[in-house]
């Protein structure tokens, strides 16, 4: 049984952003379900079995917008779920170059101590973008930064190779154990609305309580609505 703070810390977060959504006259909604051999964030398995995860989001016509992501993990030896809401804004400098920032907040439903929230910035352009997070307690422990980089280059129509890079930098930690790197490359195909992708990642270490490093070869299928 989850914490009742939790649960309602999040009833509240999704209310809010249906609303926001149901509110907004103009903008688009849109959703994705995707089905991935082990769920891996930053180098790190969050859920070494086949997972289903969940994303909406909705886009303002003025530059605003809000989701929400949901998936099952096992943390600290619980299988339990993830909710992550998110929040922010995003506007052009030029018609290929934009901007955009915000801030995200996690939720574990059976590890509430793990609970944490980053803010966000960052710059796109057509082919690649780079954000930097920041945590005033990341899993509940100490402050970090992280170095987000995403890229992508077309193969033929419907083929194409995209690459991911990030740096976590724990402040406070010393040595080499402060900074853990994550580097994934992917083939990506795309059929209508369906995108299918398999690709290589460097394992990153297990520094989370009760998770596991990420394999190295993994897949995934994504079905946009």
Same mark, same amino acid.
């Given at each position: 049984?989850?914490?009742? @703070?939790?649960?309602?810390?999040?009833?509240?977060?999704?209310?809010?952003?249906?609303?926001?959504?149901?509110?907004?006259?103009?903008?688009?909604?849109?959703?994705?379900? =995707?089905?991935?051999?082990?769920? +891996?964030?930053?180098?790190?398995?969050?859920?070494? @079995?086949?997972?289903?995860? +969940?994303?909406?989001? @909705?886009?303002? /016509?003025?530059?605003?917008?809000?989701? $929400?992501?949901?998936?099952?993990?096992?943390?600290?030896?619980?299988?339990?779920?993830?909710?992550?809401?998110?929040?922010?804004?995003?506007?052009?400098?030029?018609?290929?170059? !934009?901007?955009?920032?915000?801030? =995200?907040? =996690?939720?574990?439903?059976?590890?509430? #101590?793990?609970?944490? @929230?980053?803010?966000? $910035?960052?710059?796109?352009?057509?082919?690649?973008?780079?954000?930097?997070?920041?945590?005033?307690?990341?899993?509940?422990?100490?402050?970090? *930064?992280?170095?987000?980089? #995403?890229? &992508?280059?077309?193969? !033929?129509?419907?083929?194409?190779?995209?690459?991911?890079?990030?740096?976590?930098?724990?402040?406070? /930690?010393? &040595?080499? /154990? +402060?900074? %853990?790197?994550?580097?994934?490359?992917?083939?990506?195909?795309? *059929? &209508?609305?369906?995108?299918?992708?398999?690709?290589?990642?460097?394992?990153?270490?297990?520094? %989370?309580?009760?998770?596991?490093?990420?394999? $190295?070869?993994?897949?995934? +299928?994504?079905?946009?609505?």
């Amino acid at each position: 049984m989850f914490p009742d @703070h939790c649960h309602k810390k999040y009833s509240v977060s999704l209310a809010l952003l249906l609303s926001v959504a149901a509110a907004g006259a103009r903008g688009q909604t849109s959703a994705d379900v =995707t089905v991935m051999s082990e769920f +891996a964030a930053r180098g790190v398995a969050l859920d070494t @079995h086949p997972v289903l995860q +969940a994303r909406v989001e @909705h886009d303002f /016509e003025n530059g605003w917008y809000g989701g $929400a992501f949901a998936s099952p993990v096992a943390l600290s030896g619980l299988r339990q779920g993830q909710l992550t809401a998110y929040a922010g804004r995003a506007r052009r400098f030029t018609s290929t170059l !934009s901007w955009d920032a915000g801030i =995200t907040s =996690t939720a574990y439903l059976r590890n509430s #101590n793990l609970n944490y @929230h980053e803010f966000y $910035a960052g710059l796109a352009v057509d082919r690649g973008s780079a954000r930097l997070f920041y945590s005033p307690a990341y899993y509940g422990d100490e402050r970090s *930064v992280y170095l987000d980089l #995403n890229g &992508g280059y077309p193969l !033929s129509d419907r083929l194409s190779l995209v690459g991911h890079a990030g740096l976590l930098h724990r402040i406070g /930690e010393r &040595g080499a /154990e +402060a900074r %853990l790197l994550d580097v994934r490359v992917a083939l990506q195909c795309d *059929v &209508g609305d369906v995108s299918l992708q398999a690709g290589w990642q460097i394992r990153g270490n297990d520094y %989370l309580p009760g998770s596991s490093r990420a394999r $190295a070869l993994s897949a995934s +299928a994504s079905r946009r609505f």
